[in-house]
């Protein structure tokens, strides 16, 4: 089954320890051989690599896990469930351009209703670029939030901005609803993460570096690692948790952002 990476940090760091960690699980210590994906932020926009081949044997997957310094990162090894072509098109993360910013997002799971001819959450105004549910269910997100809040990073006030993500949470339940569906995305600020049955994270605090690293399942280390709670979305900016949203609960798991 895929597994989902990401980082959020206050400032540029390395995170070679980690990624050396997660790219065996593309390949070598997990059954993730089908490709994988690095996006980072650098400087003030991503930058996206991505291969169909496994992540463990990829001299450029080592290469990038070795040089990249960033404050965000989203990587995504593939395990391709149903079986679709191992393309570049396929391969996550994927990434798209809506309300003025570049977004990324990567998944794990399996939502064939997506795809299916009669099925639910079909993108009405983009087509994907690949075969896969993922890319569909990006695409739908970002139509419906786009649709809902068309001004919202535009000096958007919190009260606004947690409606956002509550509208987010919405529809990533009404998608999970129809399988497993777990997955990270950005829009090169935030990094947003949602549980639906398989997602952990770790707040690390080193010296004046704040940052949270978040895993499909926990990598190796002491430090205790905290599984979500089913169907919970979480949003982290520069390191720090702005706000929990669990889905079919009215109210925030914690304060709404400030």
Excluded at 31 to 57: I, M, Q, S
Excluded at 62 to 77: F, G, K, Y
Excluded at 82 to 97: D, G, Q, V, Y
């Amino acid at each position: 089954m895929c597994e989902l990476f990401g980082m959020s940090s206050n400032r540029p760091i390395s995170a070679l320890t980690s990624l050396s960690l997660f790219g065996k699980r593309g390949g070598e210590t997990a059954d993730n051989p089908d490709g994988w994906g690095l996006a980072y932020v650098e400087g003030d926009a991503f930058t996206l690599h991505k291969a169909p081949e496994a992540a463990a044997r990829s001299v450029l997957f080592s290469q990038l896990a070795q040089q990249i310094h960033s404050r965000l990162i989203i990587a995504h090894v593939r395990k391709a469930n149903p079986p679709t072509a191992h393309t570049l098109e396929n391969t996550h993360p994927f990434m798209r351009t809506c309300c003025g910013r570049r977004w990324v997002f990567a998944h794990n799971g399996q939502v064939p209703e997506v795809v299916a001819p009669q099925g639910c959450c079909h993108p009405r105004h983009f087509h994907p670029g690949g075969e896969t549910d993922s890319e569909h269910a990006f695409i739908y997100l970002l139509e419906e939030i786009a649709a809902t809040f068309p001004g919202m990073f535009h000096g958007a006030p919190p009260e606004m901005m947690n409606a956002w993500f509550e509208t987010l949470v919405t529809r990533s339940a009404a998608i999970a609803a129809y399988g497993q569906f777990n997955f990270l995305m950005s829009d090169g600020e935030h990094l947003i993460a949602y549980g639906h049955d398989r997602l952990h994270s770790q707040q690390r605090i080193k010296g004046d570096v704040r940052s949270v690293v978040i895993a499909s399942a926990p990598l190796a280390g002491d430090e205790p690692w905290e599984a979500f709670a089913p169907g919970e979305l979480r949003v982290y900016r520069d390191g720090q948790l702005l706000g929990r949203w669990c889905a079919g609960i009215t109210k925030l798991c914690t304060p709404a952002i400030a």
